[in-house]
């Protein structure tokens, strides 16, 4: 619980950038990308997205170091599961067939 | 006239007993002061957020490996969902997120009735975004997107994708209905926390000096949406759509 009050002009604003940037992603999708590209966008706007409502809307601004460390945490963790993983993935067939395999 | 008449106005007598009496009623005893209490009771709800991250997390890395393995056939079943409904309630849920947020600042101005609508309106946005998702549900049922259930190999053939790689298909489609099912499910015990917060804003027991469970809620209902952010580009939006 942050005691810092935050005005109610902030909040509407950064609904309205949400809503923006929802317009926007839905826009990118009717771009002739290739595959790639749709995703790197979509998951771009995603993150800025989710950035504002952890930062404002869930008070993370304004809340202690404790509660810090368990969004960087958290975020180190998930970076961890997928780059291991998609190692594995992204880079099928791109190395030569090991002997015994 | 009383000692305590002498030291305190009776505005202040009544904030003192306003105090105590919310010290006595809810603080526990382990924690030296409401806000510490408060902190405590946040910081716990991040953690299990944390736990919220790494489950939803390994669904998002299921869709991202299938999507490394055959990026094509996956752009082909992502562009037979419903874009419009999710858009539609990607909109109501940022909406819900704002009202939510308008709840605890009333809470915080001391102004409960505002904090009250502002609840009920969280609610319905909430009930709201079930609907919409209902629909869509029932749409995708009657365009044959429920696989191993109603689901048609030819009309995929038909659609371009070669029959070696419908299996893509039907595991993308799968981890569609995982994973709104699931943040659907998040959405319910939402509403019905939102709803039980309004009732209790409603009888007063919150105030600017203590407004804890509304805080923990209002940061649980918010990770719904930040959940929901991600699933609509991620299942949503991986192909070129044309009008």
Redesign the interface.
């Known amino acids: 619980m942050s005691d810092k009050i935050v005005s109610t002009s902030t909040y509407i604003a950064v609904l309205a950038i949400l809503l923006v940037l929802t317009v926007l992603t839905v826009g990118v999708s009717f771009l002739p990308l290739p595959p790639i590209g749709h995703v790197i966008a979509g998951l771009t706007i995603a993150a800025l997205k989710a950035s504002l409502v952890v930062l404002v809307f869930m008070h993370a601004m304004h809340s202690p170091r404790l509660t810090w460390c368990v969004i960087v945490a958290c975020i180190v963790w998930l970076l961890i599961m997928f780059s291991l993983t998609y190692s594995d993935y992204l880079t099928r067939g791109s190395l030569p067939q090991m002997p015994g395999h | 006239m009383s000692l305590r008449d002498t030291l305190f106005t009776p505005a202040e007598q009544t904030a003192l007993f306003d105090h105590t009496f919310l010290a006595r009623e809810r603080l526990e005893e382990q924690y030296a002061s409401l806000?510490h209490q408060?902190?405590t009771?946040?910081?716990g709800m991040?953690?299990f957020?944390?736990t919220e991250?790494?489950f939803f997390?390994?669904l998002f890395?299921a869709v991202?490996?299938y999507?490394?393995?055959d990026?094509?056939t996956?752009?082909l079943a992502s562009l037979e969902l419903n874009?419009k409904i999710g858009?539609i309630n990607?909109?109501v849920l940022?909406?819900s997120?704002?009202m939510?947020?308008?709840a605890i600042?009333a809470t915080?101005?001391n102004q409960q009735k505002q904090a009250y609508r502002y609840l009920l309106i969280t609610a319905g946005l909430g009930i709201c975004f079930l609907g919409f998702k209902a629909v869509e549900y029932y749409i995708d049922y009657r365009e044959n997107l429920i696989p191993g259930f109603k689901f048609d190999d030819a009309e995929w053939i038909a659609r371009g994708v070669d029959a070696s790689r419908i299996g893509y298909v039907k595991i993308f489609l799968f981890l569609y209905w995982v994973m709104t099912g699931f943040h659907a499910l998040h959405v319910t015990i939402g509403i019905i926390a939102v709803s039980v917060m309004a009732v209790l804003t409603r009888r007063g027991r919150y105030s600017r000096e203590y407004?804890?469970p509304l805080?923990v809620t209002?940061?649980y209902w918010?990770?719904v949406?930040?959940v929901w952010?991600?699933l609509?580009?991620?299942l949503?939006?991986?192909?070129?759509?044309?009008?």
């Open positions: 806000p408060s902190e009771a946040a910081f991040w953690v957020l944390a991250v790494m997390g390994t890395l991202g490996a999507w490394c393995l990026p094509q996956i752009e874009w858009s990607t909109f940022l909406a997120s704002l939510m947020v308008l600042h915080q101005l407004y804890s805080d209002g940061l918010h990770f949406d930040v952010i991600f609509f580009p991620t949503y939006l991986l192909g070129t759509h044309t009008l």
